[in-house]
């Protein structure tokens, strides 16, 4: 038998590093691996008879640490305050402080004065052996396994700069009272005795630290949609006990347990009404819009509120069995298993870092060969290594994301990471959920019929009179229908309700009935042909009709509906610009869902699909080779959120969804969902032309620097100019409109 299980990893700092891990445990017999580096964890598959203690030993064998991921906790919020997030803050913070002035100093003439050498190494020791220990540790892991990274050139590049400087402070002339650096451009030999590089050896530091910082804050957000799912429960419940009401934590709860549920509160469980009937809002779950009448004997789903009476249920799943649960498994698995995102810096240094390292050992070696003397061969492999050394890459993407995020929130677009940019490039289907994200999500009155003889005024007043004793959610859109006409509602009388039919009362002296048609035909007012056919007509578009009627006889039909959001129709019109092809996906009936893409413009239509059924549907689209962007809002979204390749989440939506999501759209406004597509894509092309200049910059200047016609200090100043050219081309984002 085979056991699938999921590890938490820790020590992973880019993608070739869950690479190693991937193959380290896919060598063991009958094990198969996936490691994502963006979730950090693996998913794996193993026979019984291994055991998950050799998966342990193989991953802390490959240089990392793995555990068995703790069960997520309701309201816990251990992304706010992550060690290793606030320990990467606390390096960055001091690292800066401490290099911004050696760089200065370096770069500045006029700042420096006497010794102003011997400062400079007093401020950047702490950054070159402190803040810059990650890199040593993780380029001491990898020279241990024989392999090498980014964090190698970094700390090789870093600790040669220091360590010439050091040379140049003590046994060269750079030491002496009043040395200046004379800050020149030209191309030459030289032994480089009189030069100190501590800027590079401190600016590096700080600009690596400043993205190593933004990347894994963003990573640490991977457990929140789970947090989310568990916080939608309900935290107390009231139980039944001999005929007594106590109230308990909802853990308490056990199988076959009676608890009672108020108008308004959640359902704590999965259960069957015993007792009561009422309208039950299941949209977080299943996406329907319009509310659930139950009755004893319905099923009913633990978060769903009880919208009407009281109800008396009994428990049938608890814990880890309620459909909650099951769908917090989903969105795990959903991202889970999600590909590994492969960087491109990560990718390129599996090649580039150990040619670079051959070539800087090539270097000296020839020179020293040669008889040009020491100072000249260590010279010219200390430039190798400097010029190569990936300063700019270090702003290449996160600049250019923050830049990017911060202009999206002022367009009401936030973006969780670099690695959600990947899959904006390549998206050809746009998968859009009805209710919340393409409608509003609340139902509407949109129009009424009367019948010959009567008002509409006096119909809509008399409607809204006997409906605004009721909390359905159809009872109060007509309830505020007739209250905005500015007409003074009158009383209700004998009020009752007919689960699942209509309402009825005396106003006015009159006994009115308000409901399904059926209901006033089995009080002997049914509808007149005009009446019966506009009923068909709304019914037949998606709406519900809801007939009226007094005195003996049916007085009118009014239609409410989840209506279209004004912006809907622009929106699919920009994503068909986009190159997307729109499809409407809901939970709600055929019907329904056929209007509203008729209305908006979109041809495919998936309905009367439940939450499971929504990643099923999305996977469905993935195996036919097409790369798919999903748009939710509810909790029955969040899955099929995580499962999409581009996830974008209403921010007028529930948590769990906003937290499944790649992309959160603020405003709520389906236009935004393009608008952030285009930004992402722009942010992308923006990154990846930093990482083209940063390696071009380097790659064109190692002949030199290998030729000894780079002085270190040249270097130096190569990297600075990428780096300005980084950020400026950076902040272009900045006019993204």
């Known amino acids: 038998m085979a056991t699938d299980v999921e590890l938490a990893i820790t020590g992973m700092t880019c993608a070739s590093c869950a690479n190693r891990i991937e193959r380290k445990l896919n060598k063991l017999d009958g094990v198969t691996a996936s490691v994502n580096y963006a979730t950090e964890k693996a998913r794996v598959t193993f026979p019984d008879e291994l055991g998950t203690e050799r998966l342990l030993e193989t991953v802390a064998q490959a240089g990392y640490a793995a555990s068995l991921p703790a069960a997520p906790v309701a309201g816990e919020d251990d992304a706010a305050h992550d060690p290793e997030v606030d320990a990467l803050r606390q390096r960055f913070v001091v690292s800066a402080l401490l290099a911004v002035p050696v760089i200065a100093m370096s770069m500045v003439p006029a700042l420096q004065f006497t010794y102003w050498q011997w400062a400079s190494l007093a401020l950047a020791a702490p950054v070159v052996v402190w803040g810059a220990l990650p890199f040593h540790r993780a380029a001491w892991i990898n020279l241990r396994h024989g392999a090498a990274t980014m964090d190698t050139l970094v700390s090789m590049g870093v600790s040669a700069a220091f360590a010439w400087s050091l040379y140049a402070l003590f046994l060269g002339h750079a030491g002496e009272p009043g040395m200046t650096h004379a800050f020149s451009l030209t191309v030459s030999r030289s032994d480089g005795a009189g030069n100190i590089y501590l800027e590079v050896a401190a600016g590096v530091t700080a600009f690596i630290l400043a993205g190593r910082w933004f990347e894994t804050r963003s990573k640490r957000q991977a457990g929140a949609a789970l947090r989310a799912l568990m916080d939608l429960g309900a935290k107390t419940v009231t139980l039944l006990r001999d005929g007594h009401e106590v109230q308990v934590p909802a853990d308490e709860l056990g199988v076959d347990d009676l608890f009672v549920v108020r108008p308004g509160e959640k359902i704590a469980t999965d259960g069957v009404v015993e007792a ?417 200049w940063a390696f071009a910059y380097n790659v064109s200047a190692l002949p030199l620097a290998a030729a000894g016609l780079l002085d270190p200090m040249i270097a130096g100043a190569a990297m600075a100019f990428s780096s300005v050219f980084v950020v400026t081309n950076s902040l272009r984002l900045r006019s993204f409109s």
């Open 276 to 692: 009561g009937t009422s309208a039950v809002d299941t949209s977080l779950v299943t996406g329907e819009s319009v509310p659930v009448e139950v009755s004893p004997g319905d099923a009913v789903v633990g978060a769903c509120v009880n919208a009407g009476g009281r109800l008396v249920v009994r428990a049938t799943r608890v814990g880890s069995d309620t459909q909650l649960a099951q769908m917090a498994r989903l969105v795990e698995e959903a991202q889970s298993g999600k590909a590994a995102v492969q960087r491109l810096a990560d990718r390129i240094s599996g090649v580039f870092v150990p040619l670079v390292l051959l070539l800087a050992a090539s270097t000296l070696g020839y020179w020293l060969g040669s008889g040009s003397g020491a100072g000249m061969a260590f010279t010219a492999a200390v430039a190798v290594l400097i010029i190569a050394c990936p300063c700019a890459l270090g702003l290449a993407t996160p600049l250019a994301l923050m830049v990017g995020t911060g202009r999206g929130a002022q367009l009401g677009i936030l973006i969780k990471g670099p690695e959600v940019l990947e899959s904006t490039r390549l998206v050809d289907t746009v998968v859009l959920d009805k209710t919340g994200t393409v409608t509003t999500g609340r139902m509407e009155f949109i129009g009424l019929l009367a019948a010959d003889g009567e008002r509409d005024d006096d119909v809509l007043a008399v409607a809204g009179a006997v409906e605004s004793a009721s909390e359905h959610p159809i009872a109060r859109a007509i309830t505020e229908a007739a209250r905005a006409r500015g007409t003074a509602l009158e009383a209700v009388l004998d009020f009752a309700n007919q689960p699942g039919m209509g309402v009825q009362g005396q106003v006015g002296g009159r006994a009115v009935v308000a409901g399904r048609p059926s209901l006033l035909a089995d009080w002997a007012q049914p509808l007149p042909p005009g009446l019966a056919e506009f009923a068909a007509a709304a019914e037949a578009q998606g709406q519900t009709a809801i007939a009226v009627g007094w005195d003996g006889a049916a007085r009118g039909v009014l239609v409410v509906a989840d209506t279209v959001k004004d912006s809907s129709a622009e929106a699919v019109r920009r994503l068909r610009g986009l190159g997307l092809h729109p499809v409407l996906l809901t939970g709600d009936n055929q019907r329904a869902a056929e209007a509203v893409a008729a209305e908006v413009g979109i041809e495919e239509v998936i309905a009367e699909v439940l939450p499971a059924d929504k990643v099923a549907q999305v996977r469905r689209l993935q195996d036919a080779g097409r790369v798919v962007a999903m748009v939710g809002d509810g909790v029955n979204d969040a899955a099929a959120l995580a499962q999409a390749d581009l996830g974008l989440a209403m921010g007028t939506g529930t948590d769990v969804a906003i937290e499944a999501s790649d992309l959160t759209l603020v405003r709520g406004d389906l236009t935004v969902a393009a608008d952030a597509i285009r930004l992402s894509r722009r942010t992308l092309r923006t990154i990846k032309g930093n990482l083209f």
